[in-house]
């Protein structure tokens, strides 16, 4: 099969899970907006920003490692055992830190969330990273069938449990009961399974191929959360809840898609990374598919905005003004990061960190002055001029690196 038809076809299976993710993902925000206030929603949103930090700055990035290696099977083991030494880590961490963030956002409801969402990363942690098979062997059916599973069982989970306590505990219920059939099915169908192997030479590799990786990932959350952050802080859970809500509607559907790229694009150009003309043709395709999919929903949002308001009901009014704003930032977001599929393949995960570092940077400066005199409406400005910052860089460091790969191919 060509490339191509492997990139269509692999973008088929994963987009449709992450296109019925978000439709499922779409309807679950409508009904748990319903039952839920958006002070209840930010509540949540608290705790999801200390754990999505601690597992950022806890990142070995070990997949990556194991998608580029010819042979994972005897780093399966190893890896396993970091993964559920990390998981401790960050729940520790969390139960430690619960009180302390609870007091910061001035948000009690958020120390119960926190105490109980410890247990995810714990359980987290004994995920067979033999998954990454599924993904490296462009297995996209099985990998389709696994993850769709997940995310029904945490669907159907968080919208029972919330109707049932009219608490955002809810949602943390379906997370766990996400994570907890993740684990299982990661036994069952994926094969080899690992065991408590550690060999000190393959953690040394995975921990020095994972660094930039996870220097990447800590800038990107800074970028993706940072205007959360000031939210919550100067604003309060309520008018952090209206945000995250416009942030997942507009941002998170089209950040996806670049994500489904890279998952893709990745393995695939890993296997022409040697051919500059091949794989500069692939890279090319990849954008411009991304383009196309990603244009007509920023349309949507842009001139439809006020549909949403009715769907979700007047209480949610306050995303009325963000949507257009932080539906461009989900664009350009989307097509830098199916860029970094080029880099990943290539080996330079060095690129993506610095392009997360530069929007960090813009984002950590501009956000607080903007939202003070803005508002959330100054979040979403920031978070669009600092993902515009990243724009020039990453087209300057695609037009480097095929400058480089073309001048030795023509010394070889």
């Not at 806890?58 to 990390?86: C, D, F, H, P």
């Not at 139960?95 to 609870?102: D, E, H, K, N, R």
Request: proline share 4%; glycine share 8%; with cysteine.
């Amino acid at each position: 099969m060509g490339h191509t038809r492997q990139v269509i076809k692999g973008v088929s299976f994963i987009g449709f899970l992450r296109f019925s993710t978000k439709v499922i993902g779409f309807f679950e925000t409508i009904i748990l907006a319903r039952i839920l206030a958006p002070a209840q929603f930010g509540a949540y949103g608290i705790a999801l920003l200390v754990l999505g930090l601690l597992e950022v700055i806890t990142e070995t990035g070990v997949n990556m490692i194991l998608v580029q290696e010819k042979e994972i099977e005897k780093y399966i083991s190893s890896a396993w055992v970091v993964s559920i030494g990390r998981g401790m880590i960050i729940t520790v961490l969390m139960l430690i830190s619960a009180p302390f963030t609870a007091n910061f956002f001035h948000s009690p409801q958020s120390l119960s969330l926190l105490t109980f969402l410890a247990l995810v990363p714990f359980i987290r942690g004994f995920i067979n990273p033999g998954v990454v098979k599924l993904q490296k062997n462009l297995l996209f059916g099985k990998d389709f069938s696994y993850r769709f599973t997940i995310l029904v069982i945490d669907t159907i989970t968080t919208i029972t449990v919330t109707y049932l306590t009219r608490s955002p505990i809810g949602i943390a219920f379906g997370l766990l009961a996400g994570v907890v059939v993740e684990v299982l099915l990661s036994f069952v169908v994926i094969k080899p399974r690992p065991g408590f192997d550690f060999k000190r030479e393959y953690v040394s590799k995975i921990f020095h191929g994972g660094k930039w990786i996870t220097a990447n990932g800590i800038f990107d959350y800074l970028f993706e959360n940072s205007d959360n952050i000031v939210v919550g802080r100067i604003l309060g859970a309520s008018s952090l809840g209206i945000y995250q809500i416009a942030y997942s509607l507009a941002v998170m559907p089209l950040t996806e898609m670049g994500k489904v790229f890279q998952y893709v694009g990745t393995p695939i150009l890993v296997n022409i990374s040697d051919n500059v003309l091949r794989l500069r043709n692939e890279f090319a395709k990849t954008i411009f598919i991304n383009f196309v999919l990603a244009l007509p929903f920023v349309v949507i949002i842009i001139c439809f905005p006020g549909f949403f308001i009715w769907l979700l009901g007047d209480k949610w009014s306050g995303i009325l003004p963000v949507l257009p704003i932080l539906v461009c930032v989900g664009f350009v977001r989307s097509m830098t990061g199916a860029s970094s599929a080029l880099f990943y393949s290539m080996r330079r995960q060095k690129i993506p960190m610095l392009t997360a570092l530069i929007t960090s940077i813009g984002l950590v400066i501009l956000i607080i002055p903007l939202v003070y005199y803005y508002g959330i409406v100054g979040a979403a400005i920031a978070a669009l001029i600092s993902s515009l910052l990243a724009v020039p860089f990453t087209g300057i460091f695609v037009w480097k690196e095929f400058r480089t790969m073309k001048k030795k191919q023509y010394e070889q």
